[in-house]
């Protein structure tokens, strides 16, 4: 707890006074600047700046042209979401839903439908024509039977159970 409160009053103290105001004396030493710590070599400037005069000096006849030419170009227009539908789509980098999870986990084969509807339709339709000649069947022999007790004579029916 002492570290942390007396962690300001540490830095404060190399912390400069604050600039002056308004033609207030400056001490020199908050002036000076160490040209060695900037990374850059003052003597190389001096030379450059001397070549450059010299070539201002010695261009004063009209047959020595120098251009100096600054290119500006415009910044390509960056768009992050280009193409992206945020109001019907899915957002992209995020997680699968349920269905997409489920697509992607369960193999082809048993992703397909077990019986698809047309087959279910056929085996529906042979179903109730299995039950309606069943029971066509049954009445003929039920009519035989009836028949044959009151002494008629009948040939037997041709169904078979």
């Keep these: 707890m002492l570290v942390a ?5 540490w830095a404060q103290q190399g912390v400069q006074a604050p ?30 700046l001397r070549i450059a005069e010299a070539r201002e000096q010695a261009s004063h006849d009209g047959l020595r042209l120098e251009f100096n030419i600054q290119v500006f170009g ?3 227009k ?7 539908d945020l109001v019907n ?41 299995n039950q309606s000649k069943k029971t066509q069947c049954e009445e003929e022999i039920a009519n035989y039977r009836a028949l044959v007790m009151q002494g008629v004579n009948v040939s037997a029916p041709r169904c078979t159970q």
Excluded at 5 to 9: E, K, L, N
Excluded at 78 to 84: D, F, K, P, R, T
């Design 19 to 48: 600039a002056p105001i308004d033609g207030e004396a400056v001490a020199p030493a908050a002036t000076a600047i160490d040209a060695t710590k900037l990374g850059v070599s003052l003597s190389r400037i001096q030379k450059n």
């Design 78 to 84: 960056i768009e992050v979401l280009n193409g992206i």
């Design 89 to 129: 789509g899915a957002v992209p980098g995020t997680a699968p839903s349920h269905s997409q999870y489920i697509e992607f986990v369960t193999p082809q084969i048993y992703r397909s439908p077990t019986m698809p509807v047309s087959a279910f339709a056929a085996l529906a339709a042979q179903w109730l024509w």
């Design 5 to 9: 409160v007396s962690m300001p009053a």
């Design 74 to 76: 415009k910044a390509p």
